[in-house]
C-alpha cells in the first residue's frame, strides 16, 4: 500500500491522543507526523514530542516538529517544517544537517521559486479547501500543482481543507502527499481510527 498521508496533529493534546495515534498510523497510509502546537511551551512540546517519537516509530512514519527546528533536533524528530516566518531553509539545515526539512509556500509562485533554490526535501502549497485549521488562508488554484511539477521534482504536500470527498481531486493533479487534521481529530461523525479508514485509493486514482 502507498502511504500518502500527512498527517498534522490536533490543535491540543488530550490523554487519549496517544492510542487514537497508534490506531491512525496503523493503517499504513501515513508518511509524515507533523506535531504542530502553537499554544504549547517548548518544554510541553518537547516532552509530548518523546512519546510521539515511539509511536511513529513503531510504525515506520517520519516525525516532524512544526516551527522549531531545535526542537525537532532535541526530540531526534525525522526533521521540521517551516513556515514563511520560522527562519530559512539554510538555518534549518544548519542544525538539523541531513534530516528533513519542508517549507509552505501557500499558493505563490515566488515563494515556490525561492524556495526551490534553497533545495527542501518537499513543498507544502495551498490552502485548496477552506480549512478550520487556518480559516484565513488564501485559496490556492489546482493548476499551480502542474505549474510547480513543471520547475522541479521535488514531492508536493497539498494542505487544506483535504476531506474524504475531495481528496482524489488533488492527487490526480499530481501532489505526492495529502496533509489532513481536523477531518481525522475533530470529526464529529467519526472516531479517529474510522476517519482514515475514508482515505483509500487505487491504482487509477493518480
Not at 500500500?1 to 490536533?10: A, G, H, Q, W
Not at 501515513?30 to 512519546?51: E, T
Not at 527562519?87 to 534530516?99: F, H, M, P, Q, W
Not at 493548476?143 to 481531486?169: C, E, H
Request: proline residues 3%; aromatic residues 10%; hydrophobic residues 40%.
Amino acid at each position: 500500500m502507498r502511504k500518502f498521508l500527512y498527517l498534522i496533529s490536533p490543535n491540543k493534546i488530550k490523554p487519549s491522543f496517544y492510542l487514537d495515534l497508534e490506531e491512525v498510523l496503523s493503517s499504513n497510509k501515513v508518511m509524515f507526523f507533523q506535531l504542530r502546537l502553537k499554544d504549547y511551551s517548548a518544554s510541553k512540546i518537547l516532552n509530548i514530542g518523546k512519546k510521539i517519537r515511539k509511536i511513529t516509530k513503531k510504525y515506520k512514519v517520519k516525525f516532524l516538529i512544526n516551527d522549531s527546528f531545535k526542537i525537532a533536533k532535541n526530540v531526534n524528530a525525522d526533521g521540521c517544517h517551516i513556515g514563511q516566518s520560522d527562519g530559512t531553509i539554510n538555518s534549518a539545515r544548519d542544525i538539523l544537517k541531513k534530516k528533513i526539512i519542508g517549507i509552505t509556500c501557500h499558493g505563490s509562485k515566488r515563494l515556490i521559486l525561492n524556495a526551490i533554490k534553497e533545495e527542501p526535501n518537499y513543498l507544502a502549497l495551498g490552502s485548496f479547501f477552506k480549512s478550520k485549521l487556518k480559516p484565513d488562508a488564501k485559496k490556492a488554484r489546482k493548476d499551480l500543482i502542474i505549474w510547480t511539477k513543471k520547475r522541479t521534482s521535488l514531492p508536493l504536500v497539498a494542505i487544506g481543507g483535504i476531506d474524504n470527498k475531495n481528496f482524489k481531486s488533488l492527487l490526480k493533479f499530481g501532489v505526492n502527499y495529502l496533509a489532513i487534521s481536523s477531518f481525522i481529530w475533530n470529526n464529529p461523525r467519526l472516531k479517529p481510527k474510522e476517519a482514515i479508514k475514508q482515505f483509500y485509493i487505487n491504482e487509477n486514482t493518480r
